[in-house]
């Protein structure tokens, strides 16, 4: 009896250990995988190369948040940048400068503590040519009601719808108006922008080129970016009718000019006043005017410009006998010092000189500023958008 219940308890003994698994001592195994990382996508991609620095550039994770997120250029230092409210999209606050290396760095977190850090580098795009560009009217000037807006630029734009999408104007007033390229000979090109009508008085004009990062076409890109802010003034419009042989100013609808004057000698072409409106640029107490053509040089005073054709407003007691009566001069109005000179106190940059009745118009081979000479529908067709 004894003997068999040995025998019993040790083969109990045996099966359970026949059940145990493992070394003595040692946890079961688990097949479980790894938590995934958390999802992080930035751009452009890793490693791109040539990346304009207004090409869309940011960071972002879809199944956490960012703890942190930077961006450094070498050269350059630490970019400034957003992150949105939720944490999840990081952009950088401008464009990015022409020729360095950014690299990521950061860290996005998913619920449970799973992280990811935020890697990868990219290199803008080093330009053979950037181009300059000057914006005028410049800041803080009051200008006259038929003033444009012109950008001038230092070499040829070829990809003009591209940087005309860069160009922003802004105005207290609403106002109509359009950009119109027009031909260039500095070898650049320009682009000026105008109302439909004269402005408003009073309109405050507020203008932005972001052009730092913009591809010009044929190589090219933009330098900086430019702004300027003025204000158009008073309303002050000279009407000149050639065969009244006087010239009127009128200031806010009300006339406060009309005196005697002296217009290009219809005869001969070359010195007709042109038709049109001419618009002032600007003004020399004293000027001195030359002609190898008609063999004079002369000094003359109170002279206000109105075109790049040598076309101005100016005083000349050498035509007084004539002011008021006949046309005899070379182009310019001739005025008596006295009238001249009370012009010239009044004239701002941006004034419309509204010369009629002769027989030559004003037309682009006249100047920089003949966009009153475009009718409205031609002017918009010569927008590259």
């Not at 507020?206 to 330098?223: Q, T």
């Amino acid at each position: 009896m004894g003997r068999a219940l040995v025998a019993l308890l040790s083969g109990l003994l045996v099966v359970l250990a026949a059940c145990g698994s493992g070394a003595p001592g040692t946890a079961p195994t688990s097949s479980a995988p790894p938590p995934p990382p958390v999802e992080v996508a930035v751009q452009p991609a890793a490693d791109a190369t040539d990346v304009g620095p207004r090409a869309p550039i940011g960071a972002t994770t879809t199944d956490g948040t960012f703890t942190d997120v930077t961006l450094t250029a070498e050269p350059g230092g630490p970019v400034a940048g957003t992150l949105s409210p939720d944490r999840k999209h990081w952009t950088p606050d401008g464009p990015l400068a022409y020729g360095a290396t950014y690299t990521w760095g950061g860290t996005a977190t998913a619920p449970g503590g799973r992280t990811s850090p935020v890697t990868g580098s990219f290199r803008t795009v080093a330009p053979t040519d950037t181009v300059r560009a000057t914006l005028n009217p410049g800041d803080d000037r009051e200008v006259g009601v038929a003033a444009p807006i012109s950008i001038q630029f230092s070499a040829p734009v070829t990809d003009k719808a591209t940087v005309e999408r860069a160009l922003r104007v802004r105005t207290s007033v609403p106002t109509d108006g359009s950009w119109a390229w027009l031909p260039d000979q500095d070898g650049g090109s320009r682009v000026h922008w105008r109302p439909k009508e004269y402005w408003t008085p009073g309109t405050q004009v507020d203008v932005s080129a972001d052009l730092l990062g913009v591809p010009f076409g044929d190589g090219a890109w933009g330098r900086e970016n430019l702004t300027t802010s003025f204000r158009i003034g008073r309303s002050q419009v000279v009407r000149a009718d050639v065969n009244s042989f006087r010239m009127v100013v009128e200031r806010d609808g009300q006339q406060v000019m009309d005196v005697p004057a002296s217009y290009g000698l219809d005869s001969d072409p070359n010195r007709t006043t042109r038709s049109g409106i001419h618009v002032v640029t600007e003004k020399f107490t004293d000027k001195r005017m030359t002609s190898a053509q008609y063999g004079y040089d002369l000094i003359e005073h109170w002279a206000v410009r109105i075109s790049n054709n040598g076309e101005f407003i100016h005083a000349n007691p050498a035509s007084s006998g004539a002011q008021g009566s006949s046309n005899v001069t070379h182009g310019c109005i001739n005025l008596s010092t006295a009238d001249a000179q009370a012009f010239y106190d009044t004239a701002l940059y941006g004034d419309p000189v509204e010369v009629t009745g002769s027989g030559v118009d004003y037309s682009a081979g006249d100047g920089d500023i003949y966009d009153w000479a475009i009718p409205w529908t031609e002017w918009q067709r010569m927008s590259a958008l």
